[in-house]
């Protein structure tokens, strides 16, 4: 079995800033890419940065300069700077692993973290 979870969400006032970290732990898996999604209230989940296996990482526009994705080995870490009140929102971790007893690739979720920007 294999688990995602966060850890780092909470308050903040505009302008802070917060780290939020994601370990993927359990069965052997390599992973193939791990990235940052949120879903505010009313509103479709959104990608807002990965990295993949090689280094490259994407951002969405809304974050871009402010928001920075980094991994070391099954840890993936979101530094959150400059926040916005938009910026609000439940914050879940994505694994992209192959699952080596599976022999397969497999998507995994964490079960969020919230995240909120007071103005």
């Known amino acids: 079995q294999v688990q995602v979870v966060e850890s780092g969400g909470g308050l903040v006032q505009e302008g802070g800033s917060l780290r939020l970290s994601c370990t993927a732990s359990?069965?052997?898996?390599?992973?193939?890419?791990m990235a940052w999604y949120r879903q505010a209230p009313g509103k479709q989940r959104e990608l807002v940065a990965g990295?993949?296996?090689?280094?490259t990482t994407t951002y969405a526009d809304s974050v871009k300069g402010r928001f920075t994705i980094s991994r070391d080995r099954t840890k993936v870490y979101l530094e959150m700077n400059s926040l916005k009140f938009e910026d609000t929102a439940v914050y879940y971790c994505?694994?992209?692993?192959?699952?080596?007893?599976?022999?397969?690739?497999?998507?995994?979720w964490g079960q969020g973290t919230q995240v909120t920007v007071s103005s």
């Open positions: 359990g069965s052997d898996f390599s992973i193939n890419a």
């Open positions: 994505n694994a992209d692993l192959f699952i080596y007893y599976a022999n397969r690739v497999q998507d995994f």
């Open positions: 990295i993949n296996s090689g280094g």
